[in-house]
């Protein structure tokens, strides 16, 4: 089992940057690939990135391609997303998940464990 915890979520203007870290426990962390989704009040829960257990693969959903990165430290336990260049659409709950399947899916329901988010708001 894998337990995540997000951190690094705030209040920022448009424009800002944030860099969001998930601390995975367990021995298994660099079996998973990771991935990133987010929830705006009122909205579905949305895929966001995604990354490979090696870090050699990823994805991003189109509305975040080239402003976002995803990356991630075995050795730590811990994936990242860099946000640049913030927008207010970006506000929302981000939330790292783990896939023991190594998909790389943007499918909500191919993710196995889940963190309880961090607050990302964007003023403009």
């Known amino acids: 089992q894998v337990q995540l915890v997000e951190s690094g979520g705030g209040l920022v203007q448009a424009g800002a940057s944030l860099r969001l870290s998930c601390a995975a426990s367990?021995?298994?962390?660099?079996?998973?690939?990771m991935g990133w989704f987010r929830q705006a009040p009122g909205k579905e829960r949305e895929f966001v990135a995604a990354i490979s257990w090696s870090g050699s693969t990823t994805r991003y959903a189109d509305s975040v391609k080239g402003r976002f990165t995803i990356s991630r430290e075995n050795a730590k336990n811990t994936v990242y997303l860099q946000m640049n260049s913030l927008k207010p659409e970006d506000t929302a709950v981000y939330y790292c998940?783990?896939?023991?399947?190594?998909?790389?899916?943007?499918?909500?329901?191919?993710?196995?464990?889940w963190g309880q988010g961090t607050r990302v708001t964007v003023s403009s």
């Open positions: 367990g021995r298994t962390f660099s079996r998973y690939a």
């Open positions: 998940a783990a896939d023991q399947s190594s998909l790389l899916s943007d499918n909500k329901y191919e993710y196995d464990y």
